[in-house]
């Protein structure tokens, strides 16, 4: 085997944290491997000096970071952007592709994982799981008075892998289940007993929504006070797909008067979020983002993510590009 020649700069904290298949994977194929040592993801400057102090750097490995035209500019050798799970908002594809830079992602690896956190969730803010749990830690027996899922209309906005995971799950409690989604998937639909509708008409009849959209300039604040208004009095926002699809200032203002029952929050138009005023609110159940961090996922985003680099750099062609005319 011929070695391969260069350097791969990881970012994705949590690549090959659990396991190190993955990153064996790019070892072995003799490449020189450069970690985010910042604890965090990178801004966009770090990565311009990173990528300028390393211009032998031929692959990037990334979660979150922002991956920006001039990062891309600093990197002269740069053949393969790998990113470490599914999204690809944070990545300038453009610019990518006006240099040659071929882009992945790794669609499916955390499809799984992301369902069953929706579901956590969703019986969290449903039944006040966390407030029960503070409650009886302070030695009190009072009674959370929650909602039952049973038969109950879940609304899933996108039905991509993720958003029909979900679907699937969601026949176990007999649930009515209502999708919006410009693309629908009519076979899956089907399938799984989903009825399409508009966004308005799933807005207001769904008990719970759930939002598996892509962030992109027409999914911007797709659910914003206009939106939030036509919801049910007892209905709850569930959203593990990214932050900027809320407005999250009208979901305060609509949590804090009633306007909706409750959130459940994976996502954050900033992340940390340390300056959200929705971390003050009992009716908002919050996690850090972790939709896809189980043993399971962690593993197959890295090896995917490790493998469309090998390809790349040998000249083949990568699993998932979403740059087809490089």
């Known amino acids: 085997m011929t070695p391969l020649k260069g350097k791969v700069f990881i970012t994705a904290l949590s690549f090959s944290r659990y396991t190190p298949e993955p990153k064996n994977l790019l070892e072995e194929q003799g490449l020189e491997l450069v970690w985010n040592d910042k604890g965090r993801p990178l801004t966009e400057d770090e990565l311009r000096e990173i990528m300028t102090s390393h211009p032998s750097i031929l692959a990037l490995l990334v979660g979150v970071d922002p991956v920006t035209a001039k990062v891309i500019e600093a990197a002269p050798k740069l053949k393969v952007i790998a990113k470490h799970g599914v999204g690809v908002d944070n990545i300038d594809i453009s610019a990518a592709r006006s240099r040659g830079v071929v882009v992945t992602n790794a669609p499916g690896s955390n499809t799984q994982s992301v369902a069953d956190l929706v579901w956590g969730l969703l019986l969290a803010a449903a039944r006040g799981i966390p407030c029960a749990d503070r409650i009886t830690?302070?030695?009190?027996?009072?009674?959370?008075?929650?909602?039952?899922?049973?038969?109950?209309?879940?609304?899933?906005?996108?039905?991509?892998?993720?958003?029909?995971?979900?679907?699937?799950?969601a026949r176990g409690f007999n649930m009515r289940l209502l999708a919006y989604d410009p693309c629908p998937n009519n076979e899956a639909a089907g399938r799984l007993g989903i009825t399409y509708t508009s966004l308005d008409d799933l807005l207001k009849e769904s008990d719970f929504v759930s939002l598996h959209a892509p962030l992109t300039p027409e999914t911007y604040h797709l659910i914003d006070e206009k939106k939030l208004g036509i919801m049910k009095k007892d209905a709850i926002l569930i959203n593990t797909a990214r932050g900027e699809l809320v407005d999250e200032e009208a979901l305060y203002r609509a949590l804090k008067t009633g306007q909706i029952k409750a959130a459940a929050l994976d996502v954050f138009s900033e992340e940390p979020p340390t300056n959200s005023c929705l971390l003050g609110l009992d009716n908002v159940v919050v996690t850090p983002h972790l939709g896809a961090y189980t043993r399971e996922a962690n593993l197959k985003m890295g090896l995917a993510a490790a493998i469309n680099i090998i390809k790349v750099l040998k000249g083949e062609k990568a699993d998932f590009e979403l740059n087809y005319e490089v």
């Open 137 to 169: 830690r302070q030695k009190r027996w009072d009674r959370v008075v929650g909602n039952e899922v049973w038969e109950k209309t879940l609304g899933i906005i996108g039905t991509g892998r993720i958003g029909l995971a979900v679907a699937h799950r």
